[in-house]
């Protein structure tokens, strides 16, 4: 039941970002290009997905538990440190250059074009080096403290 | 160029709003992306890695079922080259490693909780994005 509320979830997701627009690299980089051919498209996006987020999750919340799961998995971590804001800064840098995010670029698979596909295996070679370094980075922390 | 479309916009954001109150709702927990592929990827329990997958999976899907409804595939163009394409993704996935998340984990589902974490991250994901499209369009290739 949880794969079948998960599926359905996430067409209802990846049907967001296709209908938006946000599947089309080109048209995020036009976003970004306040000072050429800007697209405000991405800015009506971002702000009707949080509003209807933020009512819903108002109301969802409110319940004591999920409907298929036993409790509420949310993120609890309040520290703001270098780690956070540079991985922020990189991504950034490489959604700026391509126009890709991950929930931009996941839903273009199904476009069945070659060129999503290049960018998601890099985007999981870089999960991968990253969780390689950031398992490094721990241990170092964790030695010298 | 790209038009301006903002009954589209309003109605696709509105949707990603409902795929992430969805995904609290029924699963109790966040629609980060990032997070998604990266926990279905390097499962930490077998639990953890079928909703995730299966989430992945109906995203994929959303384009076919778009295109058959529809009856015209959404547009789409890579205007970048495959290297930058390759460098952009490493960046992408080294950045939401290190950062815990991108624009639908960060950008929605965490702002839409008001977290300052996700509102700082936003903040520099959106300002280093509009830099370096800057740089790479009227400063390199102006």
Same mark, same amino acid.
């Given at each position: 039941?949880?794969?079948? &509320?998960?599926?359905? @979830?996430?067409? /209802?997701?990846?049907?967001? #970002?296709?209908?938006?627009?946000?599947?089309?690299?080109?048209?995020?980089?036009?976003?970004?290009?306040?000072?050429g !051919?800007?697209? %405000?498209?991405?800015?009506?996006?971002?702000?009707?997905?949080?509003?209807?987020?933020? #009512?819903?999750?108002?109301? /969802?919340?409110?319940?004591? &538990?999920? /409907?298929?799961?036993?409790?509420?998995?949310? %993120?609890?971590?309040?520290?703001?440190?270098?780690?956070?804001? @540079?991985? @922020? &800064?990189?991504?950034? /840098?490489?959604?700026?250059?391509?126009g890709?995010?991950?929930?931009?670029?996941? %839903? &273009?698979?199904?476009?069945?074009r070659?060129?999503?596909?290049?960018?998601? @295996?890099?985007?999981?070679?870089? #999960?991968?080096?990253?969780?390689?370094?950031? !398992?490094?980075?721990?241990?170092?922390? !964790?030695?010298? !403290? | *160029?790209?038009?301006?479309?903002?009954?589209?916009?309003?109605i696709?954001?509105?949707?990603?709003?409902l795929?992430?109150?969805?995904? *609290?709702?029924l =699963?109790?927990?966040?629609?980060?992306i990032?997070?998604?592929?990266?926990?279905?990827?390097?499962?930490?329990?077998?639990?953890?890695?079928?909703?995730?997958?299966?989430?992945?999976?109906?995203?994929?899907?959303?384009?076919? =079922?778009?295109?058959?409804?529809?009856?015209k595939?959404p547009?789409?163009? *890579?205007?970048?080259?495959?290297?930058?394409?390759?460098?952009?993704?490493? =960046?992408?996935?080294?950045?939401?490693?290190?950062?815990?998340?991108?624009?639908?984990?960060?950008?929605?589902?965490?702002?839409?909780?008001?977290?300052?974490?996700?509102?700082?991250?936003?903040?520099?994901?959106?300002?280093?994005?509009?830099?370096?499209?800057?740089?790479?369009?009227?400063?390199?290739?102006?």
């Amino acid at each position: 039941m949880r794969i079948v &509320a998960a599926l359905f @979830a996430g067409v /209802v997701f990846g049907l967001g #970002i296709t209908v938006s627009g946000m599947i089309n690299p080109a048209k995020v980089l036009n976003f970004f290009d306040v000072a050429g !051919t800007w697209d %405000p498209s991405l800015a009506l996006v971002m702000a009707s997905a949080l509003a209807t987020t933020f #009512i819903g999750y108002k109301i /969802v919340l409110g319940r004591s &538990a999920p /409907v298929l799961a036993n409790s509420f998995q949310l %993120p609890t971590s309040l520290i703001i440190d270098g780690r956070l804001l @540079a991985g @922020a &800064a990189i991504y950034g /840098v490489g959604w700026g250059l391509t126009g890709y995010c991950p929930g931009g670029a996941i %839903p &273009a698979l199904g476009l069945g074009r070659m060129e999503p596909w290049i960018f998601f @295996a890099a985007l999981v070679i870089g #999960i991968l080096l990253a969780r390689f370094g950031r !398992t490094r980075l721990d241990r170092a922390q !964790t030695a010298a !403290t | *160029m790209t038009e301006f479309t903002p009954i589209a916009a309003l109605i696709g954001g509105t949707l990603i709003g409902l795929g992430a109150v969805l995904t *609290m709702l029924l =699963l109790g927990r966040i629609a980060g992306i990032s997070g998604m592929l990266g926990g279905a990827l390097f499962p930490a329990s077998g639990d953890d890695w079928s909703w995730r997958a299966a989430f992945i999976a109906g995203m994929i899907a959303a384009p076919v =079922l778009y295109t058959l409804v529809l009856g015209k595939a959404p547009q789409f163009e *890579m205007p970048v080259s495959t290297l930058t394409s390759i460098i952009g993704g490493l =960046l992408v996935g080294i950045g939401v490693t290190f950062g815990n998340g991108c624009a639908s984990g960060h950008g929605v589902c965490g702002m839409a909780r008001l977290s300052t974490r996700s509102i700082a991250a936003t903040g520099v994901f959106m300002a280093a994005a509009v830099v370096t499209v800057y740089v790479t369009r009227h400063v390199i290739g102006g």
